[in-house]
């Protein structure tokens, strides 16, 4: 077999959908933590085991559907939960725009489709991705978010199945099980970072933790985490070399 076949065939296998969902295992225990808390949570505030499985599958964001929760039971008006939610979820645009470049060769339904499935922890993968390799298949986006959707899905509704059962998750350090994920993500990005730009990055982690303090002592934590996002994700723009 010659050195071109080789290399084509390891980069269909790189590219494929199975390899996306494999590239996904290792986060699956966040999406179902998370998850299955969120379904107790979600029980807890009066919420039917069909309202979770709908607001799962609609939503899809972890931070945003704990906060519909806590805002339902305080009476919330809707607006005021409709507003909330856009706010906190307004950094899927940035994600969404850092990873829009690697699919613009496909057509703007498949870029859609990418698009309204990516989260957190499928961007952290698919920016470890890059890294390792420096482009996205299309493919293999399908098969890490898919995968991630439905486990998701899944585990909000077990945990409102066993939410009558189990009324404190963060006994079981359930609460943890997302912090967790992303250190180990960010460990795995900076482990393939070249010498020469880890100092770089290591910087710019370090200005984020900064930025965030410092906005959280004028605006609410939610919006100090977003500005921050911004400001910090600018910089790491403009200064890369």
Not at 27 to 39: D, E, K, M, N
Not at 197 to 210: A, F, G, P, S
Request: hydrophobic fraction near 50%; glycine fraction near 6%; aromatic fraction near 10%.
């Amino acid at each position: 077999m010659s050195t071109e076949t080789s290399l084509v065939k390891k980069e269909e296998v790189a590219s494929s959908f199975v390899q996306g969902i494999k590239d996904c295992v290792p986060t699956l225990l966040g999406y179902t933590s998370i998850g299955f808390a969120f379904g107790v949570v979600g029980v807890s505030s009066n919420l039917s085991v069909a309202e979770i499985a709908l607001l799962s599958a609609l939503v899809y964001a972890g931070a945003a559907q704990f906060i519909i929760c806590s805002m339902l039971v305080t009476n919330s008006p809707i607006s005021a939960i409709i507003l909330t939610t856009f706010i906190v979820n307004l950094r899927h645009f940035l994600l969404s725009a850092s990873l829009a470049p690697y699919f613009s060769k496909y057509s703007l339904l498949k870029g859609l489709g990418i698009g309204l499935f990516i989260t957190d922890e499928s961007f952290g993968v698919a920016s470890n991705k890059i890294i390792k390799s420096g482009q996205l298949y299309d493919r293999w986006m399908y098969g890490l978010n898919l995968t991630a959707y439905i486990c998701w899905v899944i585990s909000c509704v077990t945990g409102a199945l066993c939410g009558n059962w189990i009324s404190h998750p963060e006994q079981y350090g359930l609460d943890n099980a997302l912090i967790a994920m992303f250190a180990a993500l960010l460990v795995l990005q900076l482990d393939s970072v070249a010498p020469s730009k880890l100092t770089h990055y290591l910087r710019l982690v370090l200005y984020m933790v900064i930025a965030m303090l410092v906005l959280s002592l004028f605006i609410s934590t939610h919006l100090a985490v977003i500005l921050a996002t911004i400001i910090v994700a600018t910089i790491g723009v403009v200064t890369d070399k």
